[in-house]
């Protein structure tokens, strides 16, 4: 009976949870740390910022994504952010978010392991996404995959998570041209994932549902 009781409650769970990493995200520490790789513009700079305090805004004021530049400081980067400028294939991803899974081993009574979701390495060709407003769009895409979002199918109308990136005919990229808000799908599964692996950290988590700030910039079409 007991059993029958626990895979009602999973299947219910996995029938209303939104799709995400389903082993639990385990980061190196509260701060979330990257390391960017590739030409740093000014440009670029602002943008990564940006995209990381909009993650920011919706995450437990303790658990914050603190973006760290390639420089002099000697720094260890559990994760990196990959500037790429590969001239070639186009038809690659201009974004991805390569996962990390780790595994810990408990020794109590009986030894066993438990797998854990470590963050992801994101790559960005700004070659292809050569526009702010485009870069920026899929950065911010990609720091959803990092924090455990996956793809929801169908696709959610304005979630940043269902975004993606528009080509022609020709396969060329179609540069956007507005920076793309959070929906609120996106951080509806933010807090369900944060509420999930860290519910001591819920009745921290900035009001459900809605983002404290909004980011804009004054100029959509800057090159990076
Ligand atoms: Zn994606």
């Not at 995209?51 to 920011?56: D, K, L, M, S, V």
């Not at 066993?112 to 526009?131: A, D």
Request: hydrophobic share 40%; with cysteine; glycine share 2%.
């Amino acid at each position: 009976m007991f059993k029958v009781i626990v895979d009602m409650l999973l299947i219910g769970c996995s029938l209303s949870s939104p799709p995400m990493v389903s082993l639990p995200w385990v980061p190196d520490s509260t701060d979330v740390r990257m390391c960017v790789t590739g030409p740093v513009s000014m440009t670029t700079k602002i943008l990564v910022d940006r995209a990381f305090n909009t993650i920011n805004a919706i995450l437990p004021p303790s658990f914050q994504l603190v973006p760290l530049y390639r420089s002099t400081e000697q720094v260890q980067c559990p994760l990196f952010l990959h500037l790429s400028v590969d001239h070639h294939d186009i038809d690659k991803p201009a974004g991805k978010c390569v996962r990390k899974y780790g595994v810990d081993i408990y020794e109590f009574v009986r030894p066993y392991m438990s797998y854990y979701y470590y963050g992801c390495n994101i790559t960005v060709n700004i070659h292809l996404l050569n526009r702010a407003a485009s870069f920026y769009n899929v950065l911010l895409h990609e720091l959803l995959h990092l924090i455990g979002l996956d793809h929801p199918n169908p696709p959610m109308l304005h979630a940043l998570i269902s975004h993606t990136v528009r080509r022609d005919n020709n396969k060329s990229i179609i540069h956007d041209n507005v920076y793309k808000q959070l929906s609120w799908y996106d951080i509806m599964t933010t807090h369900f994932i944060i509420a999930r692996n860290f519910p001591w950290l819920w009745s921290k988590l900035p009001y459900p549902y809605v983002t404290k700030r909004y980011y804009y910039l004054p100029v959509s079409n800057m090159t990076l």
